[in-house]
């Protein structure tokens, strides 16, 4: 598989699965359906539109008609389902999850190819793994999951200082994106479980999940 | 009339009006004239900013002083009109419904003439007419209109999409863009009275208006 | 000394105070490490970043690695030194002070370098000034400094105004910049110190510095 094809398809995924974040924070507001392909659209392309912006690219769903279609598909079939979920919450943090995994590493890759130095290549991962699911809890008025206890910014600095480190390792761009993205995934879903099993021995804690 | 001069008259006149709900934020903030100014720039501008650089235009404002100077002029206006003003909310709110419809016709025009697909076109009216409003509530510190249960968002897709059905029938660009405005005003009007008539029968919850 | 050695100068000044003050944030938030990290570069280089991308430059920090180093640099001593401050938010509060000043006057200079009309500069003065702060005030779901009753924007006016006119009355750009930087410290340091010493005779209002 090219390098080309595996980022696209990543970069699909990553858009979809923090489509579905957005739509689950508009689905606890109680906003229309009009709002739900907003809020997934805000969400899911949020950070690379950041990224694009600053790396002066051509913004990525600007000509590609993909992106914002699977987020509407996605926004559509979130406002459905949504109701019928028991934890809406636990999805959103899952969903969110994977989008930071794949957007550390995309928004590492991006900045590589546009030649910018290493140092400011791992902030691009970052900006761009964070900064969809930052504008969809500021626009919601919601505390961002950002400045939570659980490790989040770290998890996007683990996937975009791997994706680094396994390229210096003189590894196929394809492999080390995709164990990148699985060591950021792994760091994430540590920092949730921590949080998200203690409350099991400590009850009153856990009421937000 | 041709639609370059009526594209200018329309923008300036959104450009005004959210200023003018911008500078009723600074107001109910209790914030300084200069406040007053960087709200109401923040406001008009914002939107419209973003559409911009996004599409890699030149942004609307940079060389033209008309833009700017409408908002402090507005702002000044509003610094001392203000505090006479019964309600100040109401008119935030009906100036911002103002800006809503007009600006998403704007967004999705220029979207566009930039050859932009019809889709994306559709997202950024909505985006560019609901982004100076957020903005403001966001700096505010307010929950934004945005999250209100009235019809907010849909007012802007209502407004995009009405303006690219008519131009699909073949009206004329001007004819198309004032229907569409008016269009999209009126589904925002729906809503936000439809809100504001019902506390007249439950007093209760008509507080915050 | 030059004029563009010491716009380099004043700018990295600007960042490091602004990352110091981001760094803070993440202290009173008690964030990690990485934390801290992103919330000193998103507050030492946001408000620049929107300046260059409005101004269609290159984004100031994407070739110099400087600029991020040292906002990781800051960010991992304030990281060590912050719990052993008593009262963080008060050196928050002038850290913001100088950074606010520096970059009133650097926005408004690389705006007029950039040819924009004076009243727009005056606008990027307050925007670079202003952003980066309000960033890291809305990341951390705190009130805004902008919002509050002291001096804020004003300051930042103050400089770019005082800038401007100091070019107009034919001064060296190396002399006018420090004298705008001056003035605007010092307005915002009133601001300050004034609704600071207040609470020494009035205690109870005193409470949250």
Redesign the interface.
């Known amino acids: 598989m090219e390098i080309s094809q595996l980022i696209n398809i990543l970069d699909l995924a990553g858009v979809a699965v923090f489509a579905a974040s957005g739509s689950l924070v508009a689905s606890r507001?109680?906003?229309?359906l009009?709002?739900f392909?907003?809020m997934a659209?805000l969400t899911g392309l949020g950070g690379g539109?950041l990224r694009d912006?600053?790396?002066?690219r051509?913004?990525f769903?600007?000509?590609a008609?993909w992106y914002?279609?699977v987020c509407?598909v996605v926004a559509a079939v979130v406002f459905f389902v949504a109701p019928m979920l028991q934890r809406r919450f636990t999805a959103l943090l899952w969903a969110d999850a994977v989008g930071l995994a794949v957007f550390a590493v995309m928004g590492t890759h991006i900045a590589m190819v546009e030649q910018?130095?290493w140092?400011?290549a791992m902030?691009f991962g970052?900006m761009t793994a964070?900064f969809g699911g930052?504008m969809r809890d500021?626009?919601?008025?919601e505390?961002?999951l950002?400045?939570k206890?659980e490790?989040?910014?770290?998890a996007a600095?683990v996937g975009g200082g791997t994706y680094l480190l396994l390229l210096e390792l003189s590894l196929l761009q394809p492999v080390a994106a995709v164990i990148a993205v699985v060591c950021s995934f792994l760091v994430r879903s540590g920092g949730i479980i921590w949080k998200w099993e203690l409350p099991r021995y400590k009850p009153k804690a856990g009421r937000e999940y």
């Open positions: 507001k109680e906003m229309d009009i709002g392909g907003l659209a539109t912006l600053i790396l002066g051509e913004v769903w600007l000509q008609e914002v279609a509407l910018v130095p140092i400011q902030v970052m964070t930052l500021v626009v919601a008025g505390p961002s950002f400045m206890p490790v989040y910014v770290s600095f």
